[in-house]
């Protein structure tokens, strides 16, 4: 166990005094160093037109156990990286980036970046979203036939056919007129936010292979439908956003069919086609999802750029959509020599603000995106990489038998230092804009639910804590709420228990609307930065800081011994104020006494 103890620098308002610059404007930036570390002198370096420039820092304030520093540079690129050089007093120096301290020369990737691009929607970085699979949520009760290749599932009476081929073609009846008349429900938890998957016609009840864009599944309720969703959740103040298939259609969609038809077809050009069975390029071999190409120029008119675009046009009056997430986008455009993957997200992105302004763009993506969202394509990505992969490898259930994302072996359990090592890495590798446009998920439609992976209530406690308080968007898959399980991703997509509330479990819930409401009463957990304080095998300890409010987060995998750490640690001596966990902390001698209990998570409000 080890208390994290180092300079820091993030982009958060402490730090950074204009966190949307435009080009050439001058930006202060500060940095906090403890006087353990025996700092002289500190510079900034700031790169400019590709060159590294060295702006010196003057004192800016302090205590006995901290100093601050600032420097102001001009923000002279459209992404302006820099990072902190110290002085040592002992001769030696260390370099401070996103990813903490060194003692070695460090490249320019982790470097801290300040863009001047226009910024994500306002209302994002408020946002709790909710995730609804749409024929597992809620059923209207209105009766419709089923297409031929249809299996009807009972709500209650059928389990999910998630072992077998079936498992795509069965269908319980879940649609929007269910999702409305929930509303309420929704709104009473606490999101504001509901992620839609695809309500396009296809054959299979997830609909990421569709038939058309052009409309709305009409065992969903049809268009009509999801106008009068998007209309009453709008008078809730409930926002709704779809899933788009940017990187393929279904085989049975229109533009395919038509495109079959030979070289003449304007549409042929929409797809890549190679010799051999079945003819055509598609996703992972999967012959029911043939892969678009961006080569043609008529794709992009019809998908993106053009005035009725498929981005465009349901983010337009009546639907009046409020932005895309978007499926498998790392894949999007990117076939063997091809690559118009950061195209595609610029201009989806120049095609939603024009359509409407205050729209959000979410990519999907389950490896390292760090790459790929420097701040003028995706506002984010579903973070798996840097949050879900992290948090369920440190909460796991130990000797678990579940797979670990995709990945050729389960998922395991690390220790809390290697939690907190990825989940670092993968902030310090993105501007502070965009690390907190991220959706945070502890589980989606994609994966085991959460409930499954740790094992029991408590450990989804834990993960709850971490999921509202950690910088980013918070999205909850329906039903994590009450404790539903699933052991694959077909498994967790079950129909909601809506009358066998028996069956939830209504501390889960309580734990999930504390959180939702403490969040949403705290500039700290929205807005706030991001400073590790203590990394042990079985405990994290993390401080979230506003101008305004500081909060401090315990969360524990297991019971332990309590964690005594310096209070300069925590900034500044002073009182805590419970905000949830109920547990008090112990000031005495310049030490404070965190808690050893587990599995459990406390939030703390200092003063």
Known sequence: MAPVVGAHHDGSALYVDNQAPDLGDRVNVRVRVPASCGARHVYARVVHDGEPHFVEASGDGGSPAERWWRAEFEVRNPVTQYRFLLLLDDGGHRWLNGTGTHSHDVTDDEDFRLVTFPPPPSWARDAIVYQVFLDRFAASGAQRALPAWAVRGDWYGSEVAYKDKLGSRQVFGGDLGGIEAHLGYISGLGADVIYLTPFFPAPSNHRYDADTFGAVDPLLGGDEALVSLARAAHDRGIRVIGDLTTNHTGAGHEWFRAAKAGPSAPEHDFYYWEPGSPGYASWLGVRAMPKLNYRSAALWERLITGPGSVTSVWLRPPYDLDGWRVDVANMTGRYRADDFNAEIARAMRSTMAEARPEALLIAEHGHDFTPEVRGDGWHGVMNYAGFTKPAWAWLARPGNSLQFLGQPLEVPHSP???????MTEFMGRVPWRVANHHFNLLCSHDTPRIRSVVGDRARVEVGAALLFSFPGIPMVFSGDE???????????????????????????????????????????LRTGG????YA??????????????????????????GIVLGASHLGRPGEAVNRFGGAGLKFRNGKVTLPGDGPMAQIWQLT
Do not use: C, H, N
């Open 416 to 422: 809390g230092g290697v939690a907190v090592e990825t």
């Open 482 to 524: 009450i404790g539903m399980e699933g052991v694959t991703g077909e498994d967790s997509r079950r129909p909601f228990p809506w009358e066998r509330q028996e069956s939830w479990d209504r501390a889960t819930l309580k734990v999930y609307s504390d959180l939702i409401t403490l969040r949403r009463s705290s500039p700290a």
């Open 530 to 533: 991001m400073r590790w304080v």
């Open 536 to 561: 042990g095998d079985d405990s994290v300890v993390y401080l979230r800081e506003a101008p305004e409010e500081r909060m401090l987060v315990l969360l524990t995998r297991a019971a332990g011994k």
